[in-house]
T-cell receptor, first 116, second 111 residues
Framework: ETGVTQTPRHLVMGMTNKKSLKCEQH?????MYWYKQSAKKPLELMFV???????ENNSVPSRFSPECPNSSHLFLHLHTLQPEDSALYLC???????????????FGEGSWLTVV | QKEVEQNSGPLSVPEGAIASLNCTYS??????FFWYRQYSGKSPELIMS????GDKEDGRFTAQLNKASQYVSLLIRDSQPSDSATYLC???????????FGSGTKLNVKP
């Protein structure tokens, strides 16, 4: 248990569906992240939020829409996805953004997404 | 050039041996370095972090950092079958928002 909880753990959705991934962190951290992990590829940073403000958006298609209502919760809204979007989506948190000794990323268990 | 590079493996070692995992990075201003372990179907879990040149030991794990040569390594002593996993190297770049991850090295420890 890392203190970062993701739901659902598994999701199958059609290309016309709208669904959301939810993440909650119980660590008192100020920064939250969405990463995508596809087979045999490095972790891809999608979005970074610091104190509920988006500070990084790595050229992610608009069919992925993040939402951070407070520093403990992060959502990833999904709509009109493509089969190639099937992957493991990982939420993570850290104390802060920016370099600080000891600033470490902790991951949730991930949400396996399959787009059919 | 990739920010963080790792040999994808698989690296196979016999039980009880030392496993050596290597990682190179491209950004000279990188400040902090991490090793994560990821079991199949699971999320990455932090094993060690290292910030200064030299060695850092934690149980059977030793992280080694050489900023001049831009590499970081992880040694696993007395390897166990339960150590079989993919090991991810991550680098936190100065002035950041970015933790860059390597593709990972798959380690197989054979009984």
């Amino acid at each position: 248990e890392t203190g970062v909880t993701q739901t659902p753990r598994h999701l199958v959705m059609g290309m016309t569906n709208k669904k959301s991934l939810k993440c909650e962190q119980h660590l008192g951290h100020n920064a939250m992240y969405w990463y995508k992990q596809s087979a045999k590829k490095p972790l891809e940073l999608m979005f970074v939020y610091s104190l509920e403000e988006r500070v990084e958006n790595n050229s992610v298609p608009s069919r992925f829409s993040p939402e951070c209502p407070n520093s403990s919760h992060l959502f990833l809204h999904l709509h009109t996805l493509q089969p190639e979007d099937s992957a493991l989506y990982l939420c993570a948190s850290s104390q802060n953004t920016g370099f600080l000794s000891g600033n470490t990323i902790y991951f949730g268990e991930g949400s396996w997404l399959t787009v059919v | 050039q990739k920010e963080v590079e790792q040999n994808s493996g698989p690296l196979s070692v016999p039980e009880g041996a030392i496993a050596s995992l290597n990682c190179t990075y491209s950004d000279r201003v990188s400040q902090s370095f991490f090793w994560y372990r990821q079991y199949s179907g699971k999320s990455p879990e932090l094993i060690m972090s290292i910030y200064s040149n030299g060695d850092k030991e934690d149980g059977r794990f030793t992280a080694q950092l050489n900023k001049a040569s831009q590499y970081v390594s992880l040694l696993i002593r007395d390897s166990q079958p339960s150590d079989s996993a993919t090991y991810l190297c991550a680098v936190n770049v100065h002035n950041f928002n970015k933790f860059y991850f390597g593709s990972g090295t798959k380690l197989n420890v054979k009984p």
